[in-house]
């Protein structure tokens, strides 16, 4: 008998659950959920699903610490009092409601309704109660239209100049790869699940390389480590293009049939050379030969892409000289060969039925959230001003740059801020309403994936913790308070689950909600992993129909990104862009501050959630700094030192750690602690800073020079 065999259970019934990990990480794990008498007593990976294999990472292999844990936020909390004190007294729920909705209405009788500003991005992955579920709300409200660019929307936008919205390899396929490189993601920390099927190709004979300014937990289990200077990774691939195309290392049958620029490309690379590319990234010229080499000779190939590929200023033209190599060498042809970026383009979601943007007025400003303390802090000359924040799934107190101005932006008196939270974070100390959210074990929702084709459902089962609503109900009673009487406030979680979703769409063929109910999980109607291979005679979903090595959506300036509608609003970039890639070298380069300072997630915390608890903070360890010895040498530090890492925005206080796993000229400092329980009360986003990268108003926290010197 296989779990899916087991009865459907009612919430709180003493038995197995199922459940669906709520987090932004590319592996979507099946969960099962074991309840006694009402109360969860453990959580487990489920073992009949492909991906998770009966196996759940450190961040929630105890989910039930998190969802009792005496911090949790269980009732509506009103500020006591100054902000940021974290002293509150508990209220009711009409209260709260009724405290919010007159605050709003008092902020949009003098100042306009774009006066308000939400903030919120994945702090769960949930369709219904993740990424959008505020967006009808503040729409109808006409608030600022928050942006929320900070995670791939840069990256997906280059992806998809060159190859279209396409989902790309399936993750399972790996396993068929000859040649694997990751890069720029520490796979083992951040897409764990994903590893197994590394190592099976492996094992079959494949060749693991990793690119990283860092030897971490992936790169030490490479079979070659490739470090190289955080931003350069462009110039890397430039080289790279530059050595098959003038060694005669191309799949020239699949070139002529399924691409379209290579001439161009051609001439746009003719003088990237391996030792042009040396110079820029530190890497030797004869490697960079060696890996076009290899790469090009080991078919299936495969590339794998991580997040902070993105975060500098040419990150967006780095993926788009990193899309072309599979077109050129024909690793599309067979199943685990091409790139893999996000899957999640197999999913046929609806994306404005969650989000609603006709409900927006017309004209309605946009701010991107990247850019929270400059709006916070009156700099970027908003008319009016944010006077009313509300802020739900995120803590941009730790995950947003500009820190400092961020905090004094929170503790003005005459803003009001709303929280809906789990906990008090750090920014949660700085509101004046706390409202409680539930966890993934006490709410319904439908779990798609960022790293493969399996879509999930997630049944609750355990009643909510005291007062605790889900996002959904939370919008619900707001609206009711506001009067906004449209009908996508009024739906039930499970109508919203039947409109989230094109239900009769090729890909969910045989797949309802009620059939997930039953099963928990269901592969997309796709080839099985063994026979995917999506452009193994090209089909391209661009204009052309063929990979676009010379994009013909840049060169018309017409492109939207087709992910999801970031803050419901259709974001594309303004004008004509380059159709071919090109090399932009990192910024920033200061004789004041000579070192580039990467910040990494870590591996214990999902950006800053788990940060506060204390089994994940001592799998974590104590934030440290590492730096090279050489460096360390020089200015009179040693191992354990408590240090000032500084630049022109601000400094945060760490112990170092001496290591050669980082570059020299290279501080590693990864991102997560909170900044409550920081010495000094800064921590790495203090000094990250504001610029937006080439494309898709990417963040770029790897553009960051720092100096390190003894505290």
């Known amino acids: 008998m296989t779990l899916a065999d087991l009865p459907l259970l009612a919430i ?5 659950h199922r459940a669906i990990c709520p987090h932004d990480c590319p592996d979507g794990c099946a969960m099962i959920v074991t309840v006694e008498d009402g109360r969860a007593t453990g959580v487990r990976g489920d073992p009949d699903h492909p991906f998770t294999r009966g196996g759940l990472c450190v961040k929630v292999n105890n989910y039930v610490d998190r969802v009792y844990s005496p911090d949790r936020v269980t009732t509506p909390l009103r500020r006591t009092g100054p902000k940021g004190s974290g002293r509150f007294e508990p209220i009711s729920w009409d209260a709260a409601i009724a405290e919010v909705t007159t605050r709003f209405r008092s902020v949009i009788a003098e100042h306009g309704a774009e006066a308000v500003m939400p903030v919120s991005y994945l702090g769960t992955q949930g369709t219904l109660n993740g990424l959008n579920v505020g967006d009808p709300f503040f729409n109808r409200l006409g608030a600022t239209v928050a942006e929320r660019t900070f995670c791939d929307s840069g990256a997906s936008t280059a992806y998809v100049m060159s190859l279209g919205p396409t989902a790309g390899v399936d993750p399972e396929s790996l396993v068929h790869s000859r040649y694997i490189v990751i890069w720029a993601c520490n796979m083992v920390s951040t897409n764990l699940h994903l590893w197994p099927f590394v190592m099976e190709a492996r094992r079959r004979g494949a060749k693991v390389v990793v690119i990283d300014p860092v030897r971490h937990r992936t790169a030490k289990r490479a079979d070659w480590h490739i470090p190289i200077r955080p931003g350069t990774d462009g110039a890397l691939a430039m080289a790279l293009i530059h050595v098959i195309l003038a060694e005669g290392l191309t799949d020239a049958e699949y ?78 042809r067979k199943p685990g060969g091409g790139l893999l970026a996000l899957p999640l383009w197999a999913f046929p979601v609806n994306w404005d039925e969650l989000s609603q943007p006709q409900l927006r007025p017309e004209g309605t400003r946009v701010v991107n959230q990247y850019l929270l303390g400059k709006a916070l802090s009156g700099e970027l000359g908003l008319d009016p001003g944010i006077h009313a924040l509300m802020v739900y799934n995120a803590n941009p107190v730790v995950v947003c740059p500009d820190q400092e101005r961020l905090v004094a932006g929170l503790a003005r008196e005459d803003l009001f801020t709303v929280v809906s939270e789990q906990f008090l974070t750090d920014t949660a100390q700085f509101a004046d309403i706390v409202l409680p959210a539930t966890t993934q074990l006490e709410q319904l929702d439908v779990m798609f994936s960022w790293g493969h084709f399996y879509l999930g459902l997630n049944r609750p089962s355990i009643a909510p913790v005291g007062e605790a609503v889900p996002n959904t109900e939370l919008f619900r009673r707001l609206a009711a308070a506001m009067g906004f009487d449209d009908e996508v406030f009024t739906l039930t979680d499970e109508e919203l689950i039947e409109r989230a979703y094109d239900w009769g769409a090729p890909a969910l063929q045989g797949i309802t909600p009620k ?55 259709e974001s594309q970039p303004g004008g004509v862009v380059d159709p071919l890639p090109h090399y932009i070298p990192p910024a920033g380069a200061s004789a004041a501050y000579p070192l580039h300072l990467v910040s990494p997630k870590a591996h214990a915390y999902l950006n800053s959630t788990y940060g506060n608890l204390p089994a994940q903070q001592r799998v974590q360890g104590e934030p440290s700094a590492t730096v090279h010895p050489a460096d360390a040498a020089e200015r009179g530090i040693t191992d354990g030192t408590l240090v000032r890492v500084f630049n022109q925005r601000g400094g945060f206080l760490v112990r170092v750690a001496v290591s050669d796993e980082v570059a020299r000229g290279v501080v590693l400092a990864a991102m997560g602690q909170w900044r409550s329980q920081a010495e000094g009360l800064a921590t790495v986003n203090a000094v990250n800073p504001t610029e937006f990268a080439d494309l898709g108003n990417a963040p770029t926290f790897s553009d960051t020079r720092v100096e390190v010197e003894p505290a």
């Not at 709180?12 to 197995?16: A, N, P, Q, R």
């Not at 399924?258 to 030797?284: F, K, N, Y």
């Not at 072309?324 to 060498?329: F, Q, R, S």
């Not at 676009?548 to 492109?559: I, K, L």
């Open 255 to 332: 070139v002529a049939e399924h691409t379209v620029g290579v001439e161009d490309l051609a001439e746009r690379t003719r003088d990237c050379t391996p030792e042009w590319a040396e110079a820029e990234t530190g890497v030797p010229a004869e490697d960079i030969r060696t890996l076009a080499r290899e790469y090009a000779a080991a078919q299936p190939s495969m590339i794998r892409i991580g997040v902070a590929i993105e975060r500098s200023s040419g990150g967006g033209q780095t993926v788009r000289a990193i899309s072309c190599l599979p077109g050129l060498v024909g690793a599309w």
């Open 12 to 16: 709180g019934e003493t038995g197995t």
């Open 515 to 569: 059939s997930l109910a039953k099963t928990g999980w269901a592969r997309l109607t796709l080839p099985d992993a063994d026979h995917y291979a999506p452009h193994d005679i090209g089909g391209f979903p661009t204009p052309s129909g063929r990979q676009e090595f010379a994009s013909s959506a840049a060169a018309g300036g017409n492109f939207v990104l087709p992910l999801f509608r970031q803050g419901s609003t």
